[in-house]
């Protein structure tokens, strides 16, 4: 192999730090989404079936705003699953001849396990939106024209098998964020002895909220303390 | 005391390799890993068989020539410490022991546990060199280096280019060593012309040579015996990131 040529119109998306860049862009966006959704969700314990159902409809009332949101988070999730399978195919292509032994000193389970965590993720966010957007799983519930989200959400978790997935789809993100979050400072170059550390219990804090959170929801339904 | 190796064999690069079990008594605890291979080595010499091939040069982790994995970790298990610092009290009677060469594609087995690490010569010929006159030597103070870039760079110096990182690594990735070359260089003034070019040439080359991504895992920082840190990936992936928004480029060749 020779020397390369550097060639700028490609360049940018064929090497994989470009590519890390890309998946650390799209996740904070993802991420910020996140945070906005749980804050959103938890007015679910205000006690007051109107106050979410109000949220939701605040959400809808202007579809300009509705499809810029919905088109920006599907163009992320897209970028961040086409950067993680073109990572995935350099990397195995990286080591044809495998260990016989292999220890994983340094790395953690939820640095190895991205590349599922990912994917289960991303079918989760499918049936979600079938679930509780479209209404495919179980039916939606109204509130005369209006959709009822605070009885939807009510309907869906009384299904045990609904909740299970939901806790688990949660658990795997816990997973992903873990990771994740510290690992996207470091893609765009964001690392200091000092910091790093930081950066690292802000993600794993961050990651343990986000899954308390959202996974409370359907225990408090399952439980009766939402109803 | 006794050990039960297991030791990857394989003639050449294009024949097929298989795991081949040794046993080896009298090891002393003073000896280094290295020295205990030799010992074997003479046996099977003496046997009228082939002996088995690793590479060496300094014994003193200071060329970065030797290296191969024990039992799963790069050099062993000692943090901060080639194979051929390790010494055999870091081992106990009845041990055994699987040693496999590193294994990546841009690595291809010579011999045994023998690799061809040029692609990581190839990486370093594509940037890691500063451009200086010939002539009379500079002064040697007329350029400052504040002491915590000098630090620094001197930390990223550290690297022997042994390719344990790669080695390691879950994904194949030599980010770690790409990354210690650009900083080592990247930080200090005399480095600052070609710093753009460095990163962006660098990591291509990297990425030639079929080394893979960073998915910050550390277990390349785990076991690199310079104690090199992820902090200079990140620097690489802040140079690389900073050269591909300021440098124009070139004209294709
Ligand atoms: C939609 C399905 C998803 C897939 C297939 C996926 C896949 C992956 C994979 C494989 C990685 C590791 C890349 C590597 O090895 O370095 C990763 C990193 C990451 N993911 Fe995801 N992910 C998904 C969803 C999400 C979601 C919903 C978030 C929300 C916050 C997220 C945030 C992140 C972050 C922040 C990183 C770290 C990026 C970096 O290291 O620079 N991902 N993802
Ligand atoms: S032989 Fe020189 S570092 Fe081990």
Redesign the interface.
Known sequence: ?S??????TT??C????????VMAVTGVILFGYLIGHLAGNLLIYSGNPAAINRYAELLHASPPMLWTARIVLLVAVILHIIAAAQ?WL??R????????????????YA??T?IWSGPIIALFVIFHVLHLTAGKIVPLAMAGHEPDVYHSVIDGFRVPMISAFYILAMVLLCLHLY?GL??M?????????RY?PLLKRFAATFAFILAIGFISIPVSVMIGIIR | MKLTL?IWRQANSTAPGR?VKYEVDDVSEHMSFLEMLDVLNEKLTLKGEDPIAFDSDCREGICGTCGF?V???AHGPLPKTTVCQLHMRHFKDGDVL?L?PW????FPVIKDLAVDRS?LD?IV??GGFVSIDTGAAPDANAIPVPKERAEISMDAAACIGCGACAA?C????ASLFTGAKITHLGVLPQGQPERNERA??M???A?????????????????CPKGI???V?????????KA?WVDR??P??
Not at chain 1, 98 to 106: D, H, I, L, N, S
Not at chain 2, 170 to 173: A, I, K, Y
Not at chain 2, 207 to 223: D, F, I
């Open positions: 192999m020397a390369i040529a550097i060639n700028r360049f940018f064929r090497t994989p730090v470009a590519k890390k860049v990572l350099l990397k292509r990286a080591r044809p001849v495998g260990y016989c032994r292999k220890e994983e000193t340094g790395s953690n640095s190895r991205m990771h510290w690992s400072f470091q893609s765009v170059g964001v690392s200091h002895p790093t | 297991h795991m994995m039992n799963g970790v699987y496999e294994r990546t594609r841009a692609a190839r010929a594509a390691m879950p994904n194949g990735s962006l040439r990591v291509a080359q990425t030639e040579e079929g080394l893979s991504y960073c998915s910050n895992h550390g277990e390349c920082e785990a076991v840190t992820l902090e990936i990140a620097r690489m992936n802040r140079h690389y990131i591909e480029g070139q294709a060749e």
